[in-house]
C-alpha cells in the first residue's frame, strides 16, 4: 500500500501525469481540468468523508449555489463557468470541510432539493440566485440577476423573496433597492399570462 501511495504521489510531482487539483482530488490527465472536470472536482472535494478515502456519494450530497449554479443554468448575464473565478458549493452544517483552492464551502441546516443540470447537482435557482447576490454590492448587478431569474422561466417573485429572507438579506441595500424589479417582472409575467389565457380562449379583450 505504501508503495502504491508513493507511485501516486509520484505521478503528481511536477511534470507527472496526475494533478491535485483539491484536497484527495486526483486529474488523471496531463494539462488543465475541463470546466466540467473543475466543478466534479468541487463536488467530489465537498462531498468526501474526511474520516475515509473518498467521497460519501460522488458528491451528491453537495450542492452547487452562487454565480456556478447559475452559469449552469445558462444565464446569460453570469460568465461561463471559465469565468468564474470561485465555485461555492452547499453542503450540511456538521460536515467539517474547509475552503480549498477556488471551491468555497457553504453551509446550511437543510440541504434544498437538488435539480440535476448537466449531470450536475445545483440549488434551486432561486437559493442559488440568493447566494450569489449575497456576495455582490452592485447594484445594477443585482437587478440584472432578478430580471433574468423571472424572464427567464426560471423561478417566481415569490421563491426569491423566501430564499432572501431566509438568509437575512432582505436589509441589504444593494437587495433592497432592487426588489422593484423582482415587483415589475412579477407584474409583467401575470399580465402575460393574462393576455395568453385571453387569446387561447377567445375571451374578451380586458
Known amino acids: 500500500q505504501r508503495a502504491q501511495t508513493a507511485g501516486r504521489l509520484g505521478r503528481c510531482r511536477p511534470g507527472g501525469p496526475w494533478r491535485q487539483l483539491l484536497p484527495q482530488v486526483l486529474l488523471l490527465h496531463p494539462g488543465p481540468p475541463s470546466d466540467e472536470e473543475r466543478v466534479r472536482a468541487a463536488l467530489l472535494y465537498a462531498g468526501r468523508d474526511p474520516g475515509a478515502h473518498g467521497p460519501v456519494g460522488g458528491g451528491r450530497e453537495a450542492r452547487l449555489i452562487g454565480l456556478a449554479a447559475l452559469a449552469l443554468h445558462r444565464f446569460s448575464c453570469v460568465p461561463p463557468l471559465p469565468g468564474v473565478p470561485r465555485?461555492?458549493?452547499?453542503?450540511?452544517?456538521?460536515?467539517?470541510?474547509?475552503d480549498a483552492g477556488d471551491v468555497s464551502i457553504h453551509r446550511a441546516r437543510e440541504l434544498p432539493r437538488p435539480q440535476d443540470v448537466h449531470g450536475l447537482p445545483c440549488a434551486p435557482v432561486a437559493r442559488a440566485l440568493a447566494d450569489a447576490v449575497a456576495e455582490l454590492d452592485d447594484l445594477d448587478t443585482v437587478r440584472v440577476l432578478f430580471a433574468e431569474a423571472l424572464r427567464g422561466g426560471h423561478c417566481d417573485a415569490s421563491a426569491v423573496l423566501r430564499e432572501l429572507e431566509a438568509g437575512g438579506l432582505l436589509e441589504r441595500p444593494s437587495i433592497r433597492r432592487a426588489l422593484d424589479v423582482l415587483r415589475a417582472e412579477d407584474r409583467a409575467m401575470a399580465e402575460q399570462r393574462l393576455y395568453t389565457m385571453v387569446r387561447t380562449h377567445r375571451l374578451p379583450d380586458p
Open 87 to 98: 465555485i461555492d458549493v452547499l453542503v450540511a452544517r456538521q460536515r467539517r470541510l474547509r
